[in-house]
């Protein structure tokens, strides 16, 4: 719950764009109130799909909206609202995204990476409002994180702050191996058969998943050692494998140097279904919140 009771009374529409996946809402009092989901035509011109957004945009906005979040699975240069080499949009390669919506729409509008959203959307609407130090990881084909500190946002000078996948691991780096690819890659499982592999207990599905909590464990100590967070939340395709990991990564998390800072670390589950809608429209909570 936004703790905050003007921001909380604030009307914001959230906008979450992840490749031919479009999802819109609008957020008040920590509820989505009117929302639309629909599949674009990624591979479209760079104006098709801004007429896309804008048309969705136009179904949910209203005059008591006070600013928009978008969500953006790319590199952003925060400051300016521009967004850079949009994975799976190939025309989406500089687009002044938070211009051109502001100047149709007359209010704030807030752009950030998809990984970021939710980390924020999680710190108002999820597992991590009480929390105010805190990193959200989204775990599915790649990982992204998102970090707050102090209560806000913290994005970093390029964008970059949470892209934890990207650290050298093993042979490779903690995307390659902590992701629900590695199942493909490695196993040639989908992640679809080897979950309804480890709900049948199946011996060689569990120790996939066995092996998958330990590299996964050695990421998080990674957080550890450079945010010291209070609490991190887990979503994404990979967090419905979580029961069959959790025992593996905390085994593994539990070798951390600081044995003070494990007993006060809580690893949390997103169940917040908005939470990609949510988490967008969180941007413009936490930016007139500062």
């Not at 600013?67 to 400051?79: K, N």
């Not at 390659?176 to 207990?201: H, N």
């Not at 979503?235 to 951390?256: D, H, I, L, Q, T």
């Amino acid at each position: 719950m936004i703790q905050d009771m003007t921001v909380q009374n604030q009307c914001a529409v959230g906008v979450y764009l992840g490749g031919k996946h479009l999802r819109v809402g609008r957020v008040r009092n920590n509820i989505v109130e009117a929302s639309l989901a629909l599949e674009i035509d990624n591979h479209n011109s760079e104006e098709v799909i801004l007429k896309d957004i804008m048309d969705a945009i136009d179904q949910v906005f209203n005059e008591d909206v006070g600013g928009i979040g978008i969500g953006v699975p790319s590199l952003v240069d925060v400051s300016k609202g521009i967004v850079y080499n949009v994975e799976h949009m190939p025309s989406w390669r500089e687009v002044h995204l938070g211009d051109l919506l502001s100047d149709r729409y007359k209010v704030g509008v807030y752009v950030n990476n998809d990984a970021n959203c939710f980390a924020i959307g999680e710190k108002y609407f999820g597992k991590a409002k009480k929390y105010a130090n805190v990193v959200g990881i989204v775990v599915g084909v790649g990982l992204g994180a998102g970090v707050i500190t102090d209560n806000h946002l913290y994005s970093g000078t390029n964008c970059g702050a949470g892209e934890f996948g990207c650290i050298p691991y093993r042979d490779h780096n903690y995307e390659y191996y902590c992701t629900t690819q590695y199942f493909e890659t490695k196993y040639g499982l989908k992640p679809d058969v080897l979950y309804r592999r480890a709900k049948k207990q199946d011996k060689i599905a569990l120790a996939i998943l066995e092996q998958f909590g330990f590299d996964f464990g050695q990421a998080v100590k990674t957080i550890l050692y450079a945010y010291d967070p209070e609490c991190i939340v887990i979503g994404g395709n990979v967090s419905r494998f979580f029961p069959y990991f959790e025992e593996y990564m905390w085994k593994a998390v539990r070798k951390f140097q600081y044995e003070k800072t494990i007993e006060k670390l809580k690893i949390e589950v997103s169940e917040q279904p908005d939470i990609a809608v949510l988490g967008a429209a969180a941007l413009y909570y936490d930016a007139i919140s500062k």
